[in-house]
């Protein structure tokens, strides 16, 4: 027995569940349930669907690039039954689904830290705009002074530019 991917959002089908369509020229589409059936039909694209494994990887979402996914792919090599073998793939499946969680725990821990320092940016510029709400003379100080900082910077910055382009055009 194998356990199917659906052809729309790449959930798992298990044996006896899910719907098969089969095109005009003999290629086999399955689907895990009949709303990935339903907009397969209406020719939607799964990168554009948000609650697809394919939007979420096209996204950065999902993990993509990983050697832990090339031990899942489908192999269609008949193998003679040896016993040693299985025993081998299975310990080896075992620790490739250790490793596998591992980088996936790292990925989204950084994706979070990486959300968690975008707002926090976000929440400073906010402040920086609306210093005037602020009621505290300590952070008002702390956010002028930041905000003297970056204009400086951006000026640094907008100056060095400007003496490549004259460079550039000499």
Not at 4 to 24: D, L, M, Q, T
Not at 41 to 54: D, I, L, S, V, Y
Not at 127 to 142: C, E, G, R
Request: proline share 2%; with cysteine.
């Amino acid at each position: 027995m194998r356990i199917e991917k659906c052809y729309f959002c790449s959930g798992p089908i298990y044996p006896g569940h899910g719907i098969a369509f089969v095109r005009n020229d003999s290629k086999m589409f399955r689907f895990c349930r009949s709303k990935c059936h339903r907009h397969f039909k209406a020719q939607h694209n799964p990168r554009k669907t948000k609650w697809t494994k394919a939007y979420r990887k096209a996204m950065g979402k999902d993990m993509t690039k990983d050697t832990v996914f090339e031990f899942e792919q489908k192999r269609n090599e008949p193998l003679k039954y040896n016993r040693d073998l299985y025993i081998n793939t299975i310990q080896a499946m075992k620790k490739i689904e250790k490793i596998k969680l591992r980088r996936e725990t790292f990925f989204w821990k950084n994706r979070v830290n990486q959300q968690r320092s975008k707002n926090i940016n976000g929440l400073e510029k906010e402040l920086q705009n609306n210093i005037n709400l602020v009621t505290d003379k300590q952070i008002k100080q702390i956010l002028k002074n930041k905000k003297e900082v970056n204009q400086r910077q951006r000026q640094a910055a907008r100056s060095d530019l400007k003496e490549k382009l004259m460079e550039v055009e000499k």
